[in-house]
């Protein structure tokens, strides 16, 4: 067996009952869709072509939602149908980053992810799901593609059909009849406040709060639309008796193509990712660079700042597993990341080698600890600081690394696949750990070798990682659509301002001049902080904000 779906967009009429009987045999929240029907105008009024797309999980043959999960709460049925167990997620929505569909959403009510499941539960019974029931037009095909004796599989043979981003490699079972290339691809078609036929655009930033953005339909009066006017009440756009429904100004497909009705979905990492890289660089970084001038002979034994520095490492640690378990939509059940693991995904890797080098850095802290309250001799951790500081190394290298290969799973951000990624966290570390350690300078005497690796270290990697952001990640041309329009965001769009005057300029340029002066390393030590953490605002949030649908 392997279901998979026809729809034919020569008869659909966009009725949207395929979306109401979704809702309906699956109790879907208002504010989320399983599957909807996305609306495009072409030509110029009053000549206008309405074309329609319905569109839902692609059931794929190579599913990069089940390869992310963390609890395979998100797996694949023998007979193909994607599914999805809301009783294991932890609603850690990395699902949400690996479909390039935006198929799945996170359950209002649960909080957990949830997406088409090919109505399973009729499946089982020999039934059909409930939208291929209620199609009036027989638009919707629903069935085995490998018995050529069924209906979608002979319509898949004797129809031209496309299906959605092939080029994903996650070989989609959800084949389009008449596909129209203005529908067919998000990002085909800009999209305006003013051109929904039936609500207004709210922005889908980090200022609509952690969750994310409130659906155009339930949005309270008062909010302002992506443009920035304020929403309008229904009785001052012709509607005496109010309600949810809104008309967008001007007319209809006044431009020659015009998307007027789609589903809207939320952005799904905010703030705390972003801050959990910044934390999780400052952590590795203070080992990797302690650890390997001492290993290497450059510096001697300096009790105090390697207590101080593991007490920080080991307090930064903390914080990054603050941040993630925060950001999940189910904290309380983070701990099935260790008990129920799902070894293909990153974030299991991930949380592994966070407790790995989590505790090594505290054997370090408690041997240097030991030390300076005179509870044990020198003599007695001297022989253990090399092994700890050779185990050490590359844990420390792998906790800033693993999220490259993280967001590398994260097939429905384009941006995030930059083969660069591994080299990049490994500099921002640098940079995060010497930064840190520039500031601990100020309060505590880290010794003339130490400061001289620091100060090296900083410099090196200011210059290091500019070089790697604008000759590499910004500078060579980018493999798709997505990912070129994700780093204009960042560089020329909403981002432009954080990322040159914040990072760049804030955060790289001035630092490197106030190493040759005598400001106190705190100074730039903070800006550097401050200035990586806004470029890793930018580098999360602009591949999110590109459509997917």
Same mark, same amino acid.
């Given at each position: ?8 967009? $020569?008869? =659909? !009429? %966009? /009725?949207? *009952? &395929?979306?109401? @009987? +979704? ?63 809301? $009783?294991? =997620? !932890? %609603? /850690?929505? *990395? &699902?949400?980053? @690996? +479909? ?70 996650? *070989? ?378």
């Amino acid at each position: 067996m392997n279901y998979g779906f026809v729809i034919n967009n $020569d008869t =659909c !009429i %966009g /009725c949207h *009952a &395929c979306s109401t @009987a +979704c809702k309906s045999e699956n109790e879907v929240p208002l504010g989320v869709q399983r599957t909807w029907v996305k609306s495009v105008e072409t030509g110029q009024y009053p000549n206008v072509t309405r074309n329609f797309q319905v569109t839902r999980c692609n059931h794929c043959s190579n599913p990069p939602c089940v390869r992310i999960c963390p609890v395979t709460a998100m797996y694949q049925r023998d007979d193909g149908i994607v599914e999805f167990d809301p $009783d294991a =997620c !932890i %609603g /850690c929505k *990395a &699902c949400m980053q @690996a +479909c390039p569909y935006d198929a799945i959403y996170i359950d209002p009510d649960s909080g957990t992810a949830a997406k088409c499941h090919y109505c399973a539960h009729k499946v089982d019974l020999g039934l059909e799901p409930a939208c291929v029931v209620v199609c009036p037009e027989h638009a919707i095909l629903a069935g085995d593609l490998d018995d050529p004796t069924t209906e979608i599989a002979q319509a898949v043979a004797r129809n031209k059909v496309t299906v959605r981003k092939p080029e994903q490699g996650t *070989a989609p079972k959800l084949y389009y009849i008449g596909g129209d290339d203005v529908a067919m691809h998000p990002t085909a078609v800009e999209r305006t406040p003013d051109s929904f036929a039936w609500a207004d655009v709210l922005s889908l930033h980090e200022g609509d709060g952690h969750r994310g953005a409130i659906p155009a339909e339930l949005t309270a009066y008062g909010k302002k639309s992506a443009s920035g006017q304020a929403l309008r009440r229904p009785e001052a756009q012709g509607d005496p008796k109010g309600g949810i429904i809104q008309i967008g100004e001007g007319r209809m497909a006044e431009q020659m193509t015009q998307v007027v009705w789609n589903a809207q979905h939320k952005v799904p990492w905010h703030w705390p990712v972003p801050a959990y890289l910044v934390t999780k660089g400052i952590a590795s970084g203070l080992f990797m660079i302690l650890g390997s001038a001492f290993l290497f002979g450059l510096i001697g034994v300096h009790n105090h700042v390697f207590m101080a520095s593991s007490f920080l490492s080991l307090l930064f640690l903390t914080a990054t597993t603050a941040l993630l378990v925060f950001d999940l939509e189910r904290p309380e059940r983070f701990l099935r990341i260790i008990t129920r693991p799902q070894w293909r995904s990153w974030l299991v890797r991930g949380a592994f080698i966070l407790i790995g080098f989590s505790g090594l850095v505290a054997l370090w802290w408690l041997g240097e600890l030991s030390v300076w309250m005179e509870w044990l001799p020198e003599a007695s951790v001297a022989p253990f600081r090399t092994p700890i500081m050779w185990i050490g190394l590359p844990l420390a290298i792998g906790t800033a690394v693993y999220t490259a290969f993280l967001f590398g799973q994260a097939e429905g951000r384009d941006l995030w696949q930059s083969p660069l990624l591994p080299i990049h966290l490994i500099v921002q570390a640098v940079l995060a750990g010497s930064a840190m350690l520039l500031i601990v300078g100020t309060f505590l005497d880290l010794g003339t070798d130490i400061s001289s690796v620091v100060r090296a270290s900083f410099i090196g990697a200011l210059g290091v990682d500019l070089a790697v952001t604008f000759m590499g990640e910004f500078g060579m041309s980018h493999a798709s659509e997505s990912a070129a329009k994700a780093a204009h965001m960042i560089v020329k769009g909403r981002y432009a301002r954080s990322f040159w005057i914040g990072s760049t300029l804030v955060g790289h340029i001035l630092p490197f001049g106030l190493m040759f002066t005598g400001v106190p390393g705190i100074v730039a030590g903070a800006m550097a902080l401050f200035g990586l953490y806004l470029y890793e605002r930018a580098f999360v949030n602009a591949p999110q904000e590109i459509p997917n649908s």
